[in-house]
Structures are given as structure tokens and as C-alpha cells.
């Protein structure tokens, strides 16, 4: 395994899986103790919509997708602040809209034929030295964040209504964390692709949960998660010549299924000890 981290983009891949791990640990477990998992995938699939208009309009696809992004996750979180019984509608029309833009700019972009798939599944192994700054100073910033506010989106994540009334600023806090996932959306679409971008963000934070008892052993359980996924789908990858996207997915799902399966048993073997 350790021998082909004399290439320079397994050794870039090893890094950027790192890095991306350590953002979703944190961000994915503030997803799923707030239950905004569907909400998180509409701002993931409507970002190809600013892929889309940065490559007609000749921007970088990352600045593209990071504007429209936030854009979308401001919309959406207004009206799920609103008219919560009506959000999952529209993120439904952005999650679809977003997409069919993003197909339809790319398309217009004169003498450029892309391949949505690139951007649909991703690759780890073509991640660049800039893409692995833009996540070391977006981790930076995330842990930053959260270490400043952990308080008070551990209230949130837990009574939305109780923070409210002792004056936790919900509303402030939930737009942030919506600008948070946003951006880390842009740097995970370079690692798994749109598809597959809210299974990394969820799987290890889900997985997390289960075996910890605060926010933050959740958060660092998931990252640590999310490292070790990667380290086995670079050697999967590298060995099998396997699309790394797609893997990182399937050896996450089955240590899910694992550990459905480890609760069931372990839940079972409780009950008869007590009868």
C-alpha cells in the first residue's frame, strides 16, 4: 500500500481524503443531530447548476459551485424557516432545476466537451495542490466555527425550541451551518461527485452516532471514520483500477450494514440477558 505514495497524486488523494474527512466528521454530524440530511442533498445537486454557468461564463467550476451553493442553501433555509411543511417541495424544484441548468449551460459552453459524469461521480486521484489549500483553509475555518459556537449548536441540534427561548441565536446559526455544508459540498464534489456527496457526508456521522454519547466524540469518530474509508479505497482503487468515487461509497455503506447488523445482535443478546 505504502509504495504508491511515491506518486504525487496518491500522495495529493491521500491528503485531500484526509482533509475532506475531518469537514464532513464535523459538518455531516451537525447534519444529521439537526435532521437536514434531504435539505443538505438539495444544496449538493443544485450546485451543478453553478458548475454549469462558470464553465460558460469561463469561471473556475469551484467558485461557480461555491456561490450558487450558498445562494441555494440561503433560499432553502428561508423557506424551511418559514413554511417548513412546504420545504421539501422546494427543495425538490432546486435540487432538479439546479441540475437540468448545470446540464444545459455545459452543454452551451462553446468548444468545451465536458463530462458531467467527472463531476456527477468525481476522482480523488485528480484532486490538484490548490484543491487541498481550499480544504485546509476551509477545515480551518469549520473547526474555527464550530469551536466558537459548539455550545450553542449543541443546543440547537438537540431542542431547536429550548435554544430559542434561553436566546441561543437559532436563525443566525442556522444559516451558518448551511453556508458551512455549501462549501463543503464544493470540495466533496471533487472527491465523490454530486451523487454520492450526501452518503459521505451521513454514513460516518450515522455510524458515529451510534457508539458515542456527546456531539463532539461523534464528530471526531466520524472523521476518523471517514480516514479510514479512504485509506482502504485508495489500496481498492489502486489495486483493481476501481472508480474511487463510487467505492468510497460502497465500502461506507457496507460498514453501515455492519453496523445495523452489530446493533441488532448486540441488541438481542441484551434483551435475552434480561429475560
Known amino acids: ?24 466528521g464535523i459538518i455531516g454530524s451537525l447534519i444529521v443531530a439537526n435532521r437536514i440530511v434531504f435539505l443538505s442533498g438539495g444544496i449538493a445537486h443544485a450546485a451543478f447548476g453553478g458548475i454549469g454557468l462558470a464553465l460558460y461564463l469561463g469561471f473556475p467550476p469551484a467558485l461557480g459551485a461555491a456561490l450558487f451553493s450558498v445562494a441555494v442553501s440561503f433560499v432553502i433555509g428561508g423557506v424551511s424557516l418559514k413554511s417548513k411543511h412546504r420545504a421539501d417541495t422546494v427543495i425538490g424544484v432546486l435540487w432538479a432545476v439546479g441540475m437540468a441548468l ?9 468548444g468545451y466537451n465536458a463530462d458531467p459524469m467527472s463531476y ?3 476522482s480523488i486521484l485528480s484532486v490538484s495542490k490548490a484543491d487541498i489549500w481550499f480544504t485546509v483553509a476551509l477545515d480551518v475555518v469549520i473547526l474555527v466555527i464550530t469551536l466558537a459556537f459548539y455550545r450553542e449548536f449543541l443546543a440547537m441540534s438537540y431542542d ?26 464544493v ?3 471533487r472527491i465523490v461527485g454530486l ?11 450515522y455510524i458515529a452516532e451510534k457508539y458515542t454519547n456527546s456531539l463532539w466524540k461523534m464528530m471526531v469518530l466520524s472523521s476518523l471514520l471517514g480516514i479510514l474509508f479512504t485509506l ?3 489500496w481498492i482503487s489502486y489495486s483493481y483500477d476501481v472508480t474511487s468515487g463510487a467505492t468510497i461509497i460502497l465500502v ?5 450494514f455492519l453496523a445495523q447488523i452489530m446493533n441488532a445482535i448486540v441488541g438481542r443478546t441484551l434483551q435475552t440477558g434480561r429475560r
Open 120 to 122: 456527477l461521480f468525481g
Open 252 to 256: 461506507a455503506g457496507a460498514a453501515f
Open 187 to 189: 470540495m466533496i464534489i
Open 1 to 24: 500500500m505504502w509504495d504508491v505514495l511515491q506518486f504525487e497524486f496518491m500522495r495529493n488523494a491521500l491528503l485531500a481524503g484526509v482533509l475532506v474527512s475531518i469537514s464532513c
Open 160 to 185: 431547536e425550541e429550548f435554544a430559542f427561548v434561553v436566546g441561543v441565536p437559532v436563525r443566525f446559526l442556522y444559516f451558518l451551518l448551511l453556508c458551512m455544508t455549501a462549501l463543503s459540498i
Open 232 to 234: 482502504v479505497v485508495l
Open 195 to 205: 451523487i454520492l456527496v450526501i452518503a459521505l457526508l451521513t454514513i460516518p456521522p
Open 102 to 110: 448545470g446540464i444545459i449551460f455545459i452543454d452551451l459552453t462553446p
